[in-house]
């Protein structure tokens, strides 16, 4: 079974995912749809609940169709997306394991890791192990 949106096909389920599953729920299909189904709504009410004020708070009426709504949320300038926000905030830190301080060139390189952090939270002061 593909997992697909559009024409992309994001995941195959194999015969051994759906007899794995099969030992837990009664119809792997099902479990997805409706997992995917809750996922969707649980988002739309959380994306809504943010916006539909912020709205009202600039004067502008809401759209009765969810379609035409979600078309006025994405056309606001100060909208993000969840990516949008996470390429806004967050810091990336080349961190030595041993301080957990900023990695400097004599730190060994599987003593060394990428990390993404949240933004402002990435050590400021250089390893003083190596």
Known sequence: MDIKIGNKI??????DDIACMEHDVLSPR??????????IN???KRWLSTWVPILRERGLDIPSSNSD???????????????EREEVSKDVADICLNSGKLAVANCPL??????VLPEGTAPTENCDIH
């Open 42 to 44: 649980a988002c739309r």
């Open 69 to 83: 709504l979600i078309a006025l949320i994405k056309a606001q300038s100060d909208y993000k997306n969840r990516q």
């Open 30 to 39: 099902d479990w997805f749809k409706l997992g995917l189904r809750g996922k």
């Open 110 to 115: 599987d003593r060394r890791e990428v990390q």
């Open 10 to 15: 994001l995941m195959t389920i194999t015969a």
